[in-house]
């Protein structure tokens, strides 16, 4: 299970802060089955930042996400992993941070891939990918990469009691 190293309380106003367990029991209940939509920041060869939505989903402790090997995302991963996934769950704002490792090994795909179905999207292990009859229309064709977020930190903001902000600080 994965467990922060340092809590930061970030409220101002005298709330306690969060525990990680919120944002994480949040992410294991709500992924796939809530209408949720994820954001992933990269930074373009540039510099420029670059954000895109994904189909994300929390896994075994872990957040996944899908990018079609030519999309804008995917190339500015392979040259920089360092990124930032952001999300709103009920009654909380959650932003991730840490570097994106692509997952190839059949056993971590075919696990997601089966969580990713029982979400409402038919997802196959293909050629060390994703193939799937429908995916987002910029994605380019299959096979569509997977990618494993290393967290490093998380912050939380919530909008529902108990109120309050945080920073969880992860190390690997």
Not at 108 to 116: C, G
């Amino acid at each position: 299970m994965t467990e922060p190293t340092k809590t930061k309380n970030l409220d101002q106003s005298g709330s306690a802060a969060l525990p990680w367990s919120r944002a994480r029991d949040l992410l294991a209940t709500q992924t796939p089955k809530e209408n949720l939509t994820f954001f992933v920041g990269t930074v373009r060869p540039d510099g420029r930042p670059h954000a895109a939505g994904v189909g994300a989903i929390w896994v075994d402790d872990t957040l996944y996400f899908v990018s079609g090997p030519g999309t804008r995302r995917a190339r500015n991963l392979a040259a920089n992993p360092a990124c930032s996934v952001s999300v709103r769950l009920n009654g909380l704002d959650l932003t991730l941070e840490g570097e994106a490792e692509r997952v190839a090994d059949a056993a971590t795909l075919e696990r997601v891939a089966a969580v990713y179905r029982e979400g409402g999207w038919p997802a196959a292990v293909e050629n060390g990918g994703f193939n799937a009859p429908f995916m987002a229309p910029g994605a380019g064709p299959a096979p569509w990469h997977l990618y494993r977020l290393a967290l490093r930190r998380a912050i939380g903001v919530a909008g529902a009691e108990p109120h309050g902000a945080s920073r969880w600080d992860f190390t690997r």
